[in-house]
Each structure stands twice: as structure tokens, then as C-alpha cells.
């Protein structure tokens, strides 16, 4: 193909990781296409940079950029294994094709939470069975466990979901800067639940995976019309490809499986380990594992002829997962698109889900697959739940806004425009002014509209802050403080909104999350203190209070007495 027509690379990868066999009994690959650029040494791309660099071993290794056609493309199991090329294009490939689903779901290019464009991969990082995403050295690191005892190396850069995960940890960290703060306990649950639901779905999207998933099929290449009920296809799943997910780092105790097996008890949100960000995160998993089986089954059955049995007949299996494969890639977007209209700060789960809701109503205004009411269903049984009147409560305000004096060109582009809308329009909005306020983005993005037209929408969010003494907080709200916070305690306070402008540059929704809603803001001090989140200078809840930088090395540690690791 001649060069400036070229619009992705085919690149080979371990589908999930070395232990997950295909039909043949080898290693279960894939080929993953990622958008084309010209490649370095490294490889090195416009947005990801491979660090070969071992800080264990003192090692350091380039490796070519990848040719444009695939040198691993046969290459036998052994050489995927033990080739650190491969692992760099392993790592290359999957976090390229991450960022390129979220950025085709989003409508825009993303920018990383850190100044700069390059993300470094660094596939051998340490000799340790732990990755994670550090903000302070910007960089993806993988571990590896070396060979012992006859059993050889593990590296944790060959699993597809754990590439997956710490990708996605960056890209949201870049979205939404600020959920990496100290804040409500679901924030920390939504950058591990949101990094693994992109990792389950992603690994999903992989035909070849949902087939083993689906078990053997006859001859002819098909399976038993049986084998599609809701039950079995979620053991199929469940022990085809959620037992893997994180298996390398949990070593073994398939945390997935666990979580999504047994629903989560109806009290979770009041349990004590269910503060834990990665036990709060399964939440969300297991309950968009049901979502996806509930979309998988409907396209399965609507396979058949209508009114036949069709436990008595058979289906292709190729075509089942294909099924899946494609439900798997409408549910991620559906996810990653409501990211867009999460509040910027003060982070709960029913955000999550009112976010995902608005976000489809743009695209799909008419449903008529009716995939909204399953999540509203889904995440009703856990009680995440949103208003009855969620589709119309997006813009509640007492007035419609004025946009006397304002710049049509520059409310799409420029903060400080945006902060005279806001000035114009607080009371209109609700928005309270004795604090601290700043617009802190306006990105305007290109989505394709449910006619096929390209709807440009722009997003931008401000954030309020409010320094105080703990005891000053419970004279102005007249609550009682959490217990085991002493009155002299600086705090810090947060409320926040996102404003959705539409093409004509209205505002069409306000998000928001308001600072005097003191219930919430006592209930964030006292998970920040319960589980000893305070600065050096001992105050809580403060914008720069925890070392940002290595915040997932200590959450993605093994050794973590939690039992829950990555
Ligand atoms: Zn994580």
C-alpha cells in the first residue's frame, strides 16, 4: 500500500496471556489494528514510547520499530514467550489500541494527565509481579516475575488486560485529573473498576476469545443452541476469559471470577471492605459483565428464527462470537462515551451510570434495543440508581442562561470565556459564588449523530475549592463531625460542574457536584480519615496532599495485605 494512504498497522498480539490456549493448543493470539504513524526505535510513535530498561537488572534494550509488515506474524509460541521485541510490540500494539477506542468513542484526541505527549512503556521494569501507571515519571511500568524452580518467567506486559488497565488508568487520569485527589471513596473504586471493565470488554471485542469462551464447537464449526441461555454463556465467560483477567498479578485467586459469580450483598456501600478501591471497584465490573451478557444473549436469540426452539437447534460458533465480540465493543463505547459528562470532582458510582445514560440518549435517542433500560436494570439491582426523571433533569435550572457579551467562537475554545459564562449564569445555575472558582477545560469534540451527521458538541468543567477548619465545617452545616477528627484539622473542600455546550453552543446540561452539600463532604472526610489519608501536615482531603506521582504503585502492590492487587 503506498504510504500516504495508510491508515493503521496489523499487529500481532497474545490475546490474553501465554496460559490461555487456542483450539490448536497454542498460545491464543490475535491481530490488533492500531492507527498508523511513522514509527522510531523503540518503537516509539507520536504517543507511546517503549523503554526497554530493566531498573532491576540494569538493562537497557532498543528494539526496531516495527516494519510495516509483522515479523511475529508466524512467529512459533517459544519466540512470543522469550522475544523482548515481541513483548515491546505486545505492549506497543495494545496500549495504541486503547487510546485509539477511547479517542473513537470520545470524538477527539486525548491528552495525558501529565505535560507532555509521550507515555513510556517500560515492558521489564522490575523484577516484581506488579504494573501500574505512574503520573511522576509518566510512564506504564510492567513487572515480571524471573524463572524459579522450574517454572519459567511470568511477564506481566504478555497479558492483554493488564496492558489494558494501566492504559486505561492514564487516559482517565488525563480526563479527569482530579480523581486521582483525595476524594469520596467510589473515585479511587472508578479508576479500578473502570480500568478493568475496559480490560474485560477489550479482551472481549477479540473474537477469537469469545469462541474459546464458548467451548467446542462439532465439525461443522457449530455449537448447541442449548448453550445459549443466560447461565451458561456467563460460565462460559466467567472461566474463558473473566478467571484470566488480573491473573497474573493476583496470582491465581481470579478476582474477577470471584466478584462477578456471587452479586455483591445488597449492604456493600455501608461494609468496611468494601471501601478498598479495587474490592469497590468489582462492583462496576460485575455489574457490566451482566450488562454484556444481557446485550449478548438478546443478539443471540434474535439469531434464530423467530418462535423456534432454539435449544433444539444449533448455532455457528464463529457467528455467536462475533455476536459477542460486537456487544462487547458497543457496551465499551457506551462507557467510554459517558466519561465525558462525569462531574470533574467529588466522584460517586450513580454518576457513572447517569453519565453512560445521557451520553447514549445523543447517540441513540430512540433505543430501540432498549440496551439503556438493561443498565438502568443492572445497576439497580446493586443499588446504583439514578432519578426516574434522569433523561430531562440535565438542565434544571430557574431561567434559561443568557449569553449577552459572550463569543460564540471563544465559549468553545476559551476558559476564561467560559468562567464569564459561568459569572453571567451562576445564579441562573445554582452555581455558588463565595468560593474559589476556575474553569479547568473546555475541549470541544465531534461525535457522529444517530442520522449519521457530525454533532460537535463542546465540554468544559469548573471546580470549586474551600479551605477550612474541621470545626468551622460543622458550625456552617450543623452536622456533627466524623468521628476521630479533631476541629483544628485544615480541610479541604470540593464541588464542581461539567457544561455540555451544544452545536449551536447553548448550554444543554449541567453536571454537578455543589460544595455546600455538607452530608457529602463530611462522608468523604471521614472515609479520608478512616483509612488514613492525611497530608505530611496532617490535613485532610488537600488538593496535592498524597505523593500523586506513585499513587498506583502502592495500590497495585502484591504485597498489600488486602488481597486485592493491580
Ligand atoms: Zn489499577
Request: proline share 6%.
Amino acid at each position: 500500500m503506498p504510504e500516504n494512504t495508510r491508515t493503521h498497522l496489523d499487529l500481532r498480539v497474545i490475546a490474553q496471556d501465554p496460559s490461555v490456549k487456542g483450539d490448536d493448543d497454542g498460545i491464543l493470539t490475535a491481530v490488533v489494528r492500531v492507527p498508523w504513524s511513522r514509527m522510531e526505535d523503540g518503537p516509539r510513535g507520536p504517543r507511546f514510547h517503549v523503554v526497554d530498561y530493566d531498573a532491576s537488572a540494569g538493562r537497557f534494550l532498543l528494539h526496531p520499530a516495527p516494519p510495516d509488515r509483522d515479523v511475529f506474524a508466524q512467529a512459533p509460541d517459544d519466540q512470543l514467550v522469550k522475544d523482548f521485541a515481541f513483548h515491546a510490540q505486545q505492549v506497543y500494539a495494545v496500549a495504541s489500541k486503547t487510546l485509539a477506542t477511547f479517542e473513537s468513542a470520545l470524538g477527539r484526541r486525548l491528552s495525558w494527565g501529565f505535560a507532555g505527549q509521550h507515555l513510556h512503556l517500560v515492558p521489564h521494569a522490575f523484577a516484581e509481579a506488579n504494573a501500574y501507571y505512574s503520573w511522576e515519571d509518566r510512564s506504564l511500568l510492567f513487572g515480571y516475575v524471573p524463572a524459579a524452580g522450574g517454572r519459567g518467567p511470568v511477564y506481566t506486559c504478555l497479558s492483554y488486560d493488564v496492558v489494558v488497565h494501566e492504559t486505561t488508568h492514564a487516559v482517565l487520569d488525563g480526563l479527569r485529573r482530579r480523581y486521582l485527589e483525595p476524594g469520596l471513596p467510589d473515585q479511587a473504586a472508578l479508576h479500578e473498576g473502570f480500568a478493568d471493565v475496559v480490560a474485560l470488554l477489550s479482551v472481549f471485542t477479540m473474537p477469537p476469545v469469545v469462541e474459546q469462551a464458548l467451548g467446542p464447537a462439532d465439525k461443522s464449526g457449530r455449537i448447541s443452541g442449548r448453550n445459549v441461555t443466560l447461565d451458561k454463556l456467563r460460565r462460559g465467560v466467567l472461566t474463558g476469559v473473566a478467571e484470566q483477567i488480573g491473573q497474573v498479578l493476583t496470582q491465581g485467586r481470579g478476582a474477577l471470577r470471584r466478584s462477578a459469580l456471587h452479586p455483591p450483598p445488597k449492604d456493600w456501600a455501608t461494609r468496611a471492605a468494601y471501601a478498598e478501591p479495587h474490592k469497590r471497584g468489582e462492583i462496576l465490573v460485575s455489574v457490566v459483565l451482566d450488562v454484556l451478557l444481557d446485550i449478548w444473549l438478546k443478539r443471540l436469540v434474535a439469531l434464530f428464527p423467530p418462535g423456534e426452539d432454539h435449544t433444539r437447534s444449533t448455532l455457528d460458533r464463529a457467528r455467536a462470537a462475533e455476536e459477542g465480540a460486537k456487544a462487547a465493543g458497543h457496551l465499551l463505547s457506551m462507557m467510554i462515551r459517558g466519561l465525558d459528562y462525569l462531574p470533574p470532582v467529588e466522584f460517586e458510582l450513580p454518576d457513572l451510570l447517569y453519565a453512560v445514560l445521557l451520553a447514549d440518549v445523543e447517540m441513540a435517542p430512540d433505543d430501540d434495543l432498549k440496551y439503556r433500560d438493561i443498565l438502568i436494570d443492572r445497576f439497580g439491582q446493586v443499588g446504583i440508581t439514578v432519578p426516574a426523571d434522569w433523561a430531562t433533569s440535565g438542565l434544571d435550572v430557574e431561567s434559561p442562561p443568557t449569553y449577552l457579551g459572550m463569543n460564540f467562537a471563544a465559549l468553545r475554545s476559551n476558559r476564561d470565556e467560559v468562567f464569564r459564562f459561568l459569572w453571567e449564569n451562576a445564579h441562573r445555575l445554582g452555581i455558588e459564588t463565595e468560593y474559589y472558582t476556575t474553569v479547568e477545560t473546555v475541549l470541544p469534540s465531534q461525535r457522529i449523530g444517530p442520522d449519521g451527521l457530525i454533532v460537535s458538541e463542546t465540554v468544559a468543567t469548573y471546580v470549586q475549592m474551600l479551605d477550612l477548619k474541621a470545626g468551622e465545617l460543622e458550625r456552617i452545616s450543623g452536622l456533627n463531625l466524623p468521628e476521630g477528627i479533631d476541629p483544628a484539622t485544615p480541610v479541604q473542600l470540593f464541588g464542581g460542574g461539567t457544561l455540555v455546550f451544544d452545536q449551536f453552543g447553548h448550554l444543554k446540561l449541567h453536571i454537578h457536584k455543589d460544595l455546600g452539600e455538607w452530608w457529602r463532604q463530611l462522608r468523604r472526610l471521614d472515609y479520608l480519615n478512616g483509612s488514613g489519608k492525611r497530608d505530611s501536615q496532617q490535613r485532610l482531603g488537600f488538593s496535592d496532599g498524597a505523593a500523586r506521582g506513585q499513587a498506583f504503585a502502592e495500590l497495585h502492590n502484591t504485597e498489600l495485605t488486602t488481597g486485592e492487587a493491580w
